[in-house]
């Protein structure tokens, strides 16, 4: 199986912060990547697929990028309702999830 | 607008078997694979399987070959898990989710449409 390791688990931010999660693959993933945004008792929502592209409906600050085993998000400008926990998975072997990043209020 | 309405939450026994639907409308059944998914607190998701809606072909994880089974009506547009022996290893929030069908190529693979979560609580 491909396991997916992000970094940091959790993270503590200010509204208007540059945030970076990022994503490490256990294999080539080509740039079969995905990212998602969780908030409580809510199911995860897709945000970006193949590594960099931006789901329709979503913000502009968020963006991907990365190939092979090593990918990132960056929110550009944190705002009040980007406070969730975000997954990366991949899909180019069956289906896999990351530990989930836990963005936090500063 | 796209929809999965799953049923609602179940409370069953060790040993049991629990079966869980999702409702799906707002667009083409057959052109999208169903897939589960479930969430055990504090964890990320973990795949369960998919469907194809056409010919109710399945695949399911290596893990629950045994013990998961996944159906669908097509009249109805709906398709069901059904989780056999169950655990409390097996507590967890249990969603379908909707993907691009996979054998095709260049098919998109991510989920972009999810149910609403079905919690499933093992206890005595």
């Known amino acids: 199986d491909i396991q997916m390791t992000q970094s940091p688990s959790s993270l503590s931010a200010s509204v208007g912060d540059r945030v970076t999660i990022t994503c490490r693959a256990s294999q080539t993933i080509i740039r079969y990547l995905n990212w998602y945004q969780q908030k409580p008792g809510r199911a995860p929502k897709l945000l970006i697929y193949?590594?960099?592209t931006l789901q329709t409906g979503v913000p502009s600050r968020f963006s991907g990028s990365g190939s092979e085993t090593d990918f990132t998000l960056t929110i550009s400008s944190l705002q009040p309702e980007d406070f969730a926990t975000y997954y990366c998975q991949q899909n180019y072997i069956s289906w896999t999830f990351g530990q989930g990043t836990k963005v936090e209020i500063k | 607008q796209v929809q999965l309405v799953q049923s609602g939450a179940d409370v069953v026994k060790p040993g049991a078997s629990v079966k869980v639907s999702c409702m799906t409308s707002g667009y083409t059944f057959t052109g999208y694979y169903i897939h589960w998914l479930r969430q055990a607190p504090g964890h990320g998701p973990e795949w369960l399987g998919w469907i194809n809606p056409t010919s109710g072909g399945t695949k399911i994880a290596q893990k629950f070959q045994d013990r998961v089974t996944v159906t669908r009506v097509t009249s109805v547009s709906t398709v069901y898990m059904e989780l056999t022996r169950l655990s409390y290893d097996d507590t967890a929030v249990y969603y379908c989710?909707?993907?691009?069908?996979?054998?095709?190529?260049?098919?998109?693979?991510?989920?972009?449409?999810w149910g609403q979560g079905t919690l499933v609580t093992v206890s005595s």
């Open positions: 193949a590594a960099s």
């Open positions: 989710a909707r993907s691009g069908i996979v054998m095709m190529p260049s098919a998109r693979l991510d989920f972009d449409s």
